[in-house]
């Protein structure tokens, strides 16, 4: 089956033809760093961290490009707030971005580019877009002129005359109010680069053009981010990189938001789940199958009931595999994941059918471990650790099974010891037949939340179901 994504700009799925033969160029729109993030920031990471192994499953060669706006108007805001550097601020929350990313399981990109590293890039396309006629400079700005690019706003199905365009304070001579600024004009007290069109900064879309240009070339095949990014940010990054002369992006994959009550999830609502708390109350794994289940065009309704059933979910996936290994010893992951699997992640990556396959060969592995079969069970695990490993989910890969994860948020290897040493107090109250001290220990372990089951190789512990 040839693999499909849905494109933005056609508004359908397409078959996915690469730009070179055996390549995937793909640039993702990253964080704005003025902030640590919040489960909504990391969705998008992590639905195109998926579809790049699927891609590098399929055998392509993947260049993944995932930039960090590291200057902009709200980390102005902030560093004027705290009375702190906007280096300092940008810098820290990228330091929270990355172990957020890390702590997910998601692969680091192949470049990581800062805006502020690439000025003169931004200098270079301003000046080629002045000379061409899409740009002029007034009081300091530059500004596109979106009335000199005929195709402006193709991609969010807008129309001109209908268009209100997102302004920031200062942004004076434009002789359109739709035009937007590639170059903020210096303001006490802010960071500013000097360029032949006055001192000042970079907008926004201008710095993606730039790093997109330097690190992909005049085209690639995929460019990505948030929904809420197709206007303006993704339309105006269009416009100045084909008037540039460059053919920019052949296909637009946008993931959908994380809500809450409805609203899109963000820091100024106030009603954002920051990562680095999250991870304190589920494991990161868990995190990532309820963020990565979803198909990455769905909008997830955040509740911690949600995340409750996607433990259990994703609970039942590893309980087959702690049985299995027990009874059928290590197995490496199939070579290849089952059709069913592949087909619906060929099919615009359909990770929730392709967890439907995870799930039914689950169960038929249960069911191969109830008839002792354990030449089944062995097929069983391998396929399910296949599928789990494309997806970055595999609990007994090393990513997940060896070290404790960023931050020590990950208990269980503390709770692992302590608990084996119950369970040796259990296990002598056994020996000397004192049953009723035995079933103390384990009531006492249920009520304290674990779950213990005597197996042929000795106890298990367990979460227990709240």
């Not at 240009?213 to 303006?232: A, C, M, N, S």
């Not at 409805?262 to 995190?287: A, D």
């Amino acid at each position: 089956m040839t693999l499909r994504l849905y494109d933005t700009s056609a508004r359908q799925i397409r078959d996915f033809s690469p730009l070179e033969p055996g390549c995937v160029s793909i640039y993702l729109c990253g964080a704005t760093v003025q902030a640590a993030p919040h489960i909504g920031h990391i969705r998008s990471g992590l639905n195109f961290d998926i579809m790049r192994r699927w891609f590098l499953y399929r055998g392509y060669d993947v260049t993944f490009i995932r930039n960090v706006t590291d200057i902009d108007d709200k980390i102005i805001t902030k560093s004027g707030e705290q009375g702190r550097p906007w280096w300092a601020i940008g810098y820290e929350n990228e330091r929270a971005f990355n172990a957020a990313y890390e702590a997910l399981g998601c692969l680091p990109p192949t470049y990581e580019p800062r805006a502020t590293g690439h000025i003169p890039e931004m200098v270079e396309m301003m000046r080629v877009l002045i000379d061409r006629g899409h740009a002029y400079a007034a009081d300091g700005n530059v500004y596109f002129d979106v009335r000199s690019y005929g195709d402006y706003l193709a991609l969010s199905n807008q129309e001109l005359d209908n268009l209100l365009q997102p302004a920031g304070e200062g942004e004076t001579g434009k002789r359109d109010p739709r035009d937007f600024a590639m170059w903020k004009a210096a303001k006490p007290g802010e960071p500013a680069w000097e360029t032949p069109f006055g001192p000042g900064r970079p907008g926004w879309h201008l710095e993606c053009s730039a790093m997109a240009h330097k690190y992909l070339g005049r085209v690639f095949d995929i460019h990505g981010g948030g929904v809420d990014l197709v206007f303006p940010h993704h339309e105006n990054e269009i416009a100045q990189s084909r008037a540039f002369g460059d053919d920019f992006a052949r296909y637009w994959a946008h993931n959908a938001w994380v809500t809450m009550s409805g609203e899109k999830m963000s820091k100024s609502l106030g009603n954002s789940v920051l990562v680095s708390e999250m991870v304190k109350q589920w494991r990161p794994l868990v995190l990532r199958y309820y963020l990565g289940g979803p198909h990455y065009r769905s909008t997830i309704e955040y509740s911690p009931a949600s995340l409750r059933e996607a433990e259990s979910a994703f609970g039942r996936i590893e309980g087959f595999l702690q049985r299995a290994v027990e009874q059928a010893g290590q197995v490496a992951p199939a070579e290849r994941v089952p059709d069913a699997f592949a087909e619906a992640m060929d099919d615009d990556f359909a990770v929730p059918q392709a967890l439907a396959v995870v799930h039914t060969t689950v169960r038929q592995g249960n069911a191969a471990l109830g008839d002792g079969d354990d030449t089944a069970v062995a097929t069983a695990l391998a396929e399910v650790r296949a599928m789990l490993g494309v997806l970055g989910m595999d609990p007994l890969d090393a990513t997940w099974s060896g070290g404790a994860p960023a931050g020590g948020a990950d208990l269980h290897s503390v709770v692992d010891s302590l608990v084996g040493l119950v369970l040796e107090q259990r296990q002598a109250a056994r020996a000397r037949k004192d049953y009723a001290t035995a079933d103390a220990i384990r009531d006492e372990l249920k009520r304290a939340g674990l779950t213990i089951e005597d197996t042929p190789t000795g106890p298990r512990w367990e979460l227990g179901a709240e």
